[in-house]
C-alpha cells in the first residue's frame, strides 16, 4: 500500500513564504512525476506545479516566479517553496504522484490535503 502524507500547511500573512512537504512512503518501486494542486472555495483543482523523476518543472502561469517545486527521490519526498504568498493562493493545497508499486501496479496517489490560508 501506497501513501502520501503532506505537512507544511497554516496561517501566513500575504506577502509571506510557507514550504509544503509531501513524503511518499509504503511499497514503492518507483515514481515518476509528482505535484501539487490546489483547490479553493467553489472552484475547481488546478495545477500548481509538477516536477519529472529529472528533475523538469512545469509551472502554472500564476505560480511562476513565485512558487518553486523541487523533489528529493531518495526520501520519495517533493516541495513546494511558496513566496510571496496572495489571498487568493488560500485554498487546500494537494500532493499527486505517479508511482509504480513493488507488484508493478502504477496508479496515481493523492495526499489528504493541507490548508493553506493567506490573509490580507
Known amino acids: 500500500q501506497v501513501q502520501l502524507v503532506e505537512s507544511g500547511g497554516g496561517l501566513v500573512q500575504a506577502g509571506g513564504s510557507l514550504r509544503l512537504s509531501c513524503a511518499a512512503s509504503?511499497?514503492?518501486?518507483?515514481?515518476?512525476?509528482m505535484g501539487w494542486y490546489r483547490q479553493a472555495p467553489g472552484k475547481q483543482r488546478e495545477l500548481v506545479a509538477a516536477?519529472?523523476?529529472?528533475?523538469?518543472?512545469n509551472y502554472a502561469d500564476s505560480m511562476k516566479g513565485r512558487f518553486t517545486i523541487s523533489r528529493d527521490n531518495a526520501k520519495n519526498t517533493v516541495y513546494l517553496q511558496m513566496n510571496s504568498l496572495k489571498p487568493e493562493d488560500t485554498a487546500v493545497y494537494y500532493c499527486?504522484?505517479?508511482?509504480?508499486?513493488?507488484?508493478?501496479?502504477?496508479?496515481?496517489?493523492w495526499g489528504q490535503g493541507t490548508q493553506v490560508t493567506v490573509s490580507s
Open positions: 499527486n504522484a505517479d508511482i509504480l508499486d513493488t507488484g508493478w501496479d502504477g496508479n496515481d496517489y
Open positions: 509504503g511499497s514503492i518501486f518507483s515514481i515518476n512525476a
Open positions: 516536477i519529472t523523476s529529472g528533475g523538469s518543472t
